[in-house]
């Protein structure tokens, strides 16, 4: 069992680390379509994003049922449940390491934006967005679900590193969309895939 200081920190960091990549996604995708003068595809952007929350809050729903489940089923279900987690930040570290250089990582993003506004089909926006976003909200629920179970029933030091992430990403997320920050985004991205 995890200690209380351990156990929030771990619910800190991982939603803090999850949901900044998310923030910073949706900064590069916005900023790109502003600068390109292609206001007319925001809405398709926050279709994405927002259907990309609630499908991660049924996700975290149905994992919920998963892990409620008793004895051998259970203990089954939190390993394949860790393995995948596992396999999942290893490719998305790799896949970070690569794109961990900013113009790499605009670059990559710009063609995602071009091809799917070339192709004038908006709702190719919306999938580059949700798939961007859920890929996030999938982590953070594997990652939470795993915690919850260890510190069971004492779930206070998750829920408390939860909502002080929670606070600090709605400041950083005002501050990056205003555009009065600016993260090293190299720095960063080699930072998380480490």
Excluded: C, N
């Excluded at 995890?2 to 923030?23: H, M, Q």
């Amino acid at each position: 069992r995890l200690p209380p200081s351990a156990t929030f920190l771990s619910a800190l960091v991982i939603f803090l680390r999850e949901g900044l990549e998310a923030i910073l996604v949706l900064a590069a995708i916005f900023a790109l379509l502003i600068k390109g003068e292609r206001r007319d595809a925001l809405p398709y952007v926050h279709a994405g994003w927002i259907a990309a929350l609630a499908l991660g809050g049924i996700t975290w729903l149905v994992a919920s049922y998963v892990v409620a489940m008793s004895g051998p089923t259970r203990e089954v279900t939190e390993g394949v449940t860790a393995l995948v987690a596992a396999a999942i930040l290893l490719y998305v570290g790799f896949w970070m390491h690569e794109k961990a250089y900013a113009d790499r990582w605009r670059t990559f993003l710009h063609a995602q934006l071009q091809e799917a506004l070339s192709a004038r089909t908006m709702w190719a926006l919306a999938l580059v967005s949700f798939l961007a976003i859920y890929r996030e909200a999938f982590e953070t629920v594997l990652f939470y679900q795993a915690l919850w179970v260890q510190v069971a029933p004492d779930y206070a030091p998750v829920l408390g590193g939860l909502i002080s992430a929670a606070v600090a990403l709605a400041i950083l997320g005002w501050l990056i969309f205003r555009g009065s920050l600016r993260l090293p985004l190299g720095l960063f991205f080699g930072v998380t895939s480490l």
